[in-house]
């Protein structure tokens, strides 16, 4: 049983196009990562969500933290190419634990 | 300043080889991560070091897996013996704790093909 579910677990759609990709779990996290990994890449950090409610935004790229923190949504603005990639969310429970448990990620292609 | 590096990038062996894994973290991190990510289970965490001591090596599927930190610039993940469900992509991966946002910097992972 995976800690962090993330769906879908594929998406392809049309350049221009809009999207959402979940990140949902049962536990409570002190701290949620979404990263990007592209093919025979190791996955980049995008963005650090730590409060409940939390918004924030990467050009158009728009993250959200769950009020309860068990949860997080990527929403993706007019889709282009270059966002190709599997996409990652990465919990922790605490700062001291050190331990980021990783989804099983979303593959998403866009399509020119 | 150059990221995580790892070695190989590729390796094919044959089932019962030892495979040894390479890793050097970037100066200064005091944190360096050994994860495996397949298509079936992702991205799992094998073990991590701080300050070149294991904390938690309970991610380590079984006695044949092994890592090693012997000083803060290098590391290294041993398979012995290699067995085809092994198969995957190893990442290493550090960060520096002083920073409240925890940022792992991945190396480009090792192929591993166990045959």
């Known amino acids: 049983t995976q800690l962090l579910e993330q769906s879908p677990q594929f998406l392809s759609i049309q350049e221009g196009e809009n999207l959402t990709v979940y990140c949902n779990s049962s536990s409570v996290f002190s701290s949620l990562q979404w990263y990007r990994q592209e093919p025979g890449e190791g996955p980049v950090l995008l963005v650090t969500v730590v409060t409940g409610g939390e918004v924030k935004k990467l050009k158009r790229l728009t993250f959200q933290f769950g009020d309860a923190r068990k949860d997080s949504s990527l929403h993706i603005t007019a889709a282009q190419p270059g966002d190709t990639g599997l996409y990652l969310c990465?919990?922790?429970?605490?700062?001291?634990?050190?331990?980021?448990?990783f989804g099983t990620g979303t593959s998403l292609t866009v399509i020119p | 300043d150059a990221g995580v590096i790892q070695s190989p990038r590729h390796e094919v062996t044959e089932m019962g080889q030892e495979v040894t894994l390479r890793c050097k973290p970037i100066?200064?991190?005091?944190?360096l991560f050994w994860y495996r990510q397949t298509m079936m289970r992702g991205l799992e965490l094998l073990i991590y070091?701080?300050?070149?001591?294991?904390?938690?090596d309970s991610g380590m599927p079984e006695d044949r897996f092994s890592a090693k930190m012997p000083n803060a610039s290098f590391s290294t993940l041993k398979i012995q013996p290699s067995e085809p469900r092994d198969s995957a992509v190893y990442f290493c991966?550090?960060?520096?704790?002083?920073?409240?946002?925890?940022?792992?910097?991945f190396g480009e992972g090792s192929r591993l093909t166990v045959l």
């Open positions: 990465a919990g922790a429970f605490d700062w001291t634990g050190n331990q980021f448990y």
């Open positions: 070091f701080n300050n070149n001591v294991p904390i938690d």
């Open positions: 991966a550090s960060t520096l704790r002083t920073t409240n946002t925890g940022e792992l910097f």
């Open positions: 100066s200064g991190h005091d944190y």
